[in-house]
């Protein structure tokens, strides 16, 4: 009998669930989980092919040539940038090194549920701020501040909804955050922003109390190799290396992001292409009655409300064709899916199973 016992916090997490990888059918399309359905750039399959060539040794532990191609792809100091075995290690280094019990964490009210299950594990508090019209509403967050406020988390893109905050709003809800109050931006989306108003946050990073958050996981296609990174003030960049473990992101990984980040032509076409099909995707949806929220990232959230259809028989009616997608109940959205914006044919067959769904 086991007597050790677990923080107490630890047994209130509900665990993060992926999006669905299997449909009972033999063949599979799967739009469940934001990939880069048309998969990495050649040259990212001719990194990884060389890179098996040195599975014997650890990895550079300070991954300079990796964090000098970041530098160089974004116009950011290498310096500054912490790598992670994606994203997500990043957002629980920050939580862990900057949280903890009787802290708070604050996010919006849709914002991506590691936030809370990262707060949750570190015994800090998860608090979530009232949306506007499925958007990140600033005003909100501000009103949320308390006194044990230590994290401020804005993911723009947001995940599931596809919105985002302007230039303007990002700067000017830093600025009147308390300045100990650590703004961390995931802008693992940021790539598929067409609109001039936007910004990753790159340009508060210099006053020292602002994160930006980036992940190969998305337009770059290497979700497999689990590869993100940070744009950190010094001294968060600092404290983050001395949490972080000694060899966190594997030698394959980092040849691929190499690989990946250098070849800006590949995530140029990628942009065009899915900003294209987004567009096609929704307004072959909004014909068909299902309503599309305005999306800036590489997915699409799609409400039954007003269909007469419920958003949980479209999901059972896809999966008998083979077709996944996300439901999105744990954001308590229990009417909408997020669709993943496939390949050209992936989308046909979407919006063909979907025209049979509304007509049945």
Not at 26 to 33: A, C, D, F, T, Y
Not at 41 to 57: D, H, I, Q, T, Y
Not at 68 to 74: F, Q
Not at 281 to 304: D, Q, R, Y
């Amino acid at each position: 009998m086991l007597t050790v016992q677990p923080h107490h916090y630890i047994l209130e997490i509900k665990p993060y669930v992926g999006g669905k990888s299997k449909a009972g059918t033999k063949r599979v399309i799967k739009l469940s989980s934001n990939e880069n359905t048309a998969g990495p750039s050649p040259k990212v399959m001719e990194a990884m092919a060389n890179a098996g060539e040195k599975l014997f040794r650890y990895p550079d532990g300070t991954y300079l040539e990796l964090r000098e191609a970041i530098g160089g792809a974004h116009g950011i100091d290498p310096s500054r940038v912490v790598c992670g075995t994606g994203s997500d290690e990043i957002i629980a280094l920050l939580i862990h090194s900057y949280a903890g019990p009787g802290a708070e964490v604050l996010y919006s009210q849709h914002g991506f549920l590691m936030y809370r299950i990262y707060a949750q594990s570190f015994g800090a508090t998860p608090v979530s701020a009232p949306e506007k019209n499925l958007r990140t509403d600033i005003h909100s967050l501000l009103a949320a501040v308390t006194p044990k406020t230590k994290l401020v988390f804005v993911a723009n893109p947001n995940n599931p909804t596809g919105s985002y905050i302007s230039r303007e709003e990002l700067h000017e809800l830093r600025a009147k955050l308390r300045q100990d109050v650590l703004l961390v931006i995931d802008a693992a989306y940021a790539e598929y922003v067409d609109d001039p108003s936007f910004s990753a946050g790159d340009e508060l990073v210099a006053a020292g109390n602002t994160v930006v958050l980036r992940t190969f996981s998305k337009i770059y296609g290497i979700s497999a190799l689990r590869l993100g990174w940070g744009h950190c003030p010094p001294a968060v960049a600092d404290v983050l290396n001395r949490a972080r473990g000694p060899f966190n992101v594997n030698n394959i990984a980092v040849a691929c992001g190499i690989a990946a980040v250098k070849d800006q032509e590949y995530v140029r076409r990628m942009r065009e292409q899915t900003i294209a099909e987004r567009g096609r995707v929704a307004e072959h949806l909004n014909k068909l009655g299902i309503i599309v929220h305005p999306s800036a990232a590489n997915f699409v959230l799609t409400e039954f409300a007003e269909t007469g259809k419920t958003a949980a028989a479209a999901n059972a009616f896809l999966l008998e064709q083979g077709i996944i997608v996300r439901e999105v109940m744990e954001y308590g959205l229990p009417r909408h899916l997020r669709i993943t914006i496939g390949t050209r044919q992936e989308n046909d067959e979407l919006l063909k199973a979907l025209s049979d769904f509304m007509a049945a």
